[in-house]
């Protein structure tokens, strides 16, 4: 800690670093509201840690600790958020806002500070893990499917300009290119869906073996392959056989002894949800991507200045999909965004060269 008097640089550090803390703290206590159990411990424990960074800074201060100065803008933000949603989109800002604390280069700041932030990168990123796993598979199809219509409908529609077709082809080219993948979304992933469930029916233990037990022939015991078969040991599989013939009066030896079917939980076919949710939301998703390509044609625009447009509004959009991955998953929003465009806009562009080569073999 600084014993002399601090500078009006330092002054202005650390006021800044008060103000930070203290809406840090804010936000885990308000994201603690929302949460119970292990979540709201966690959650309270690091806000408590933050408070006593605080009281770190006011001890440095002294009486420069007023007037309070307000947050950094990405803390504001982040208080705005934890109070109106509380939702992994918040940790995972949380979680970047951790790992970029600049303690560790501060003199003024303790290791045990710099340590705790680096701990508490950590935190929150387990914390965040929880939410992206139960997202994870809507998620992924919310994208996949708006992405998907996006480039493939701005490339068609590009493809279809550079021939040097009208405007009205070009404008039908884009819905028929929407239905027809909006369609086929639909339709692959109800097949997706539907097949996967049932292979899982397939799959799925049956209660055969309660029933066919007491008439087995105890000599030749083939209740032991059918355990042996769903992935036991030999030694769990014929203790578990003898546990459904009758043998054991007592459970001697519990490490062997596995639950019964009917007592294990069975969530894969909740997981995967159901085939025409599955369909519906992927034949929406891709239509809401597929159509921004076509608005300016739908709104009555043609020539270059309908292209541009489109591919101002598409870029927008692959930059905002981009962003949103980039911050779910930790990294950089805008160069996910970056690379979100640059994927898109490179397909556009093949797509119209190509279009301007057919038109010019076919002119």
Same mark, same amino acid.
């Given at each position: ?19 930070d803390?203290?809406a ?7 994201? +603690? ?26 001890a ?13 803008? $990405? ?7 934890a109070? $109106? ?8 800002? +949380?979680?970047?806002?951790? =790992?970029?604390s600049?303690y560790?280069?501060d ?22 893990? $929880? ?20 480039? =493939? ?22 819905i ?34 309660? =029933?066919a ?15 042996? +078969? ?5 030694e769990?599989?014929?203790? $578990? ?43 929406c ?29 598409v870029?927008?959009a ?9 911050l779910?998953?930790? +990294?950089?929003p ?30």
């Amino acid at each position: 800690m600084t014993e002399s008097t601090p500078t009006p640089g330092q002054i202005k550090r650390w006021r800044q670093y008060l103000a930070d803390e203290r809406a840090e703290a804010s936000v885990y206590r308000d994201l +603690a509201k929302r949460r119970d159990g292990e979540e709201h411990a966690i959650l309270m424990a690091l806000a408590a840690a933050e408070g006593r960074h605080e009281q770190h800074w006011l001890a440095l201060l002294g009486p420069h600790a007023t007037p309070p100065v307000r947050p950094s803008m $990405r803390n504001q933000v982040l208080g705005l958020l934890a109070r $109106r949603f509380g939702s992994v989109f918040v940790l995972a800002l +949380a979680q970047r806002s951790e =790992s970029r604390s600049p303690y560790a280069t501060d003199a003024d700041a303790t290791l045990a500070m710099a340590a705790d932030e680096s701990i508490h990168e950590e935190v929150i990123r387990g914390l965040s893990a $929880r939410g992206r796993n139960r997202l994870s598979g809507s998620f992924r199809a919310a994208v996949f499917g708006a992405n998907d219509g996006l480039v =493939s409908n701005l490339s068609l529609v590009m493809g279809m300009a550079a021939t040097g077709v009208g405007s009205t082809v070009v404008l039908f080219a884009g819905i028929a290119g929407l239905l027809a993948g909006a369609l086929s979304m639909g339709a692959g992933e109800f097949v997706s869906v539907r097949s996967q469930r049932e292979l899982l029916d397939a799959s799925q233990p049956t209660q055969v073996t309660l =029933s066919a037990a007491p008439s087995l022939d105890l000599e030749n015991n083939e209740l032991v392959l059918v355990y042996l +078969a769903r992935g036991m040991t030999r030694e769990v599989a014929e203790h $578990r056989a003898a546990e459904r013939l009758g043998k054991f009066s007592c459970d001697c030896d519990p490490s062997l002894s596995v639950p019964p079917e009917e007592s294990q939980p069975v969530d894969d076919h909740e997981t995967l949800g159901t085939a025409w949710g599955a369909a519906l939301s992927s034949f929406c998703f891709f239509s809401s991507g597929a159509i921004i390509p076509i608005l300016p044609f739908l709104f009555g625009m043609t020539g270059v200045g309908a292209l541009v447009l489109a591919c101002v509004l598409v870029g927008l959009a692959l930059l905002g999909t981009g962003g949103v991955v980039g911050l779910l998953s930790g +990294a950089s929003p805008f160069w996910r965004g970056v690379r979100q465009l640059g994927i898109g806009m490179g397909a556009a562009a093949a797509t119209y060269l190509l279009g301007l080569l057919f038109g010019t073999v076919v002119g």
